[in-house]
């Protein structure tokens, strides 16, 4: 993978991470599933094999062994200097009050002057339009069904990086 490829990878994946950060979990797993392919051995590593042999009963001496018994005393309570000794005493002297001038440099202030409203001009490029026509929904052609496409080799595989909720090269 040459630096121009790298480079317009780094920043997809990062674009693909901020657009996951604004979908519902449902998205978020559709998202996933299209993206984050495992490798095939990766895979393959996770299929549970069945056993070469039945599990064996443990013996009942190793049973035994395992068995909670009874104490063969009582606990013992505690000394009382041991007690005394985790007591949460008072302080020594009260709490010292923050001086002034700690209290007013953390006073919220007046804005300087008042708020600006935003021109008219700018307020309506904001506004969502109506769509020029419905949205029309792709037919899936079959020959593009996932029993039919080929297989192909990924040139990345992407992994979503939990963490610092990032997608990235694996």
Do not use: G
């Amino acid at each position: 993978m040459n630096i121009e490829e790298m480079q317009a990878m780094t920043r997809l994946l990062k674009k693909l991470s901020a657009l996951r950060a604004t979908l519902p979990d449902d998205e978020r797993a559709l998202l996933d599933a299209f993206i984050v392919r495992p490798a095939a051995d990766d895979v393959a590593a996770h299929i549970l094999k069945d056993a070469v042999s039945p599990a064996v009963a443990p013996a009942a001496d190793d049973v035994a062994a395992h068995i909670l018994k009874d104490a063969v005393s009582p606990a013992v309570a505690p000394a009382a200097d041991d007690v005394a000794a985790h007591v949460i005493k008072d302080a020594i002297s009260p709490a010292v009050a923050p001086a002034a001038d700690d209290v007013a440099a953390h006073i919220l202030k007046d804005a300087i002057s008042p708020a600006v409203a935003p021109a008219a001009d700018d307020v309506a490029a904001h506004v969502i339009k109506d769509a020029i026509s419905p949205a029309v929904t792709p037919a899936i052609s079959p020959a593009i069904s996932p029993a039919t496409r080929p297989a192909v080799q990924p040139r990345f595989v992407i992994v979503y990086d939990a963490e610092k909720e990032i997608y990235r090269i694996a």
